[in-house]
T-cell receptor, first 113, second 115 residues
Framework: AQSVTQLDSQVPVFEEAPVELRCNYS??????LFWYVQYPNQGLQLLLK??????LVKGINGFEAEFNKSQTSFHLRKPSVHISDTAEYFC???????????FGKGTTLSVSS | KAGVTQTPRYLIKTRGQQVTLSCSPI?????VSWYQQTPGQGLQFLFE???????NKGNFPGRFSGRQFSNSRSEMNVSTLELGDSALYLC??????????????FGEGSRLTVL
């Protein structure tokens, strides 16, 4: 069965610093990988997704993620964060259509000045 | 294009009561999925409906049920509420369904508090 582990529950950083949010997944088949963001009192919004092809995926708001099949990882990065990036970030994995999208437990990114 | 709309946004119930939550998907989307979000367990998949049929179900007791109407609107019901059912219930719609390569579009959720 597929599963997702987000290695850090909270990541505090200063504004303009780089950040990496780590995600590892477990699956016996090929997967599709996603990062979603949830701002306070809102639903989830897609940041980026890996379906196939280039292992470096660029998303919205300057975020990017790299798919590493050998390490079963899909870490999210941003070279310089802003206060407005403060939110909860979820890594998710899915297999074939018709199966559930499985989420990690989330990482709270707190950006301070 | 209007997004996913969930009603009510907030509600308070007492143990033993039942609750019905509603979700209107994005126009043209035939799939509606429901997730329960709690601080301890994170986002857990409840079920998915596609063209009025339940296509997938998570590991929740039978007190949790849902349905989808011909206009793709969906409702979920929780009967005999327990304190542990307090959570944010998120609805997500998509054109083709959950799983695979498709993106889910989420509503803002219905926050249920059980006293």
């Amino acid at each position: 069965a597929q599963s997702v582990t987000q290695l850090d529950s909270q990541v505090p950083v200063f504004e303009e610093a780089p950040v990496e949010l780590r995600c590892n997944y477990s699956s016996s088949v090929s997967v599709y990988l996603f990062w979603y963001v949830q701002y306070p009192n809102q639903g989830l919004q897609l940041l980026l997704k890996y379906l196939s092809g280039s292992t470096l995926v660029k998303g919205i708001n300057g975020f990017e993620a790299e798919f590493n099949k050998s390490q079963t990882s899909f870490h999210l990065r941003k070279p310089s964060v802003h206060i407005s990036d403060t939110a909860e970030y979820f890594c998710a994995v899915s297999e074939q259509a018709g199966t559930a999208l499985i989420f990690g437990k989330g990482t709270t990114l707190s950006v301070s000045s | 294009k209007a997004g996913v709309t969930q009603t009510p946004r907030y509600l308070i119930k007492t143990r033993g009561q039942q609750v019905t939550l509603s979700c209107s998907p994005i126009s043209g989307h035939r799939s509606v999925s429901w997730y329960q979000q709690t601080p301890g367990q994170g986002l857990q998949f409840l079920f998915e409906y596609f063209s009025e049929t339940q296509r997938n179900k998570g590991n929740f007791p039978g007190r949790f049920s849902g349905r989808q109407f011909s206009n793709s609107r969906s409702e979920m019901n929780v009967s005999t509420l327990e304190l542990g059912d307090s959570a944010l219930y998120l609805c997500a719609s998509s054109p083709s369904g959950t799983g695979g390569a498709g993106e889910l579009f989420f509503g803002e959720g219905s926050r249920l508090t059980v006293l």
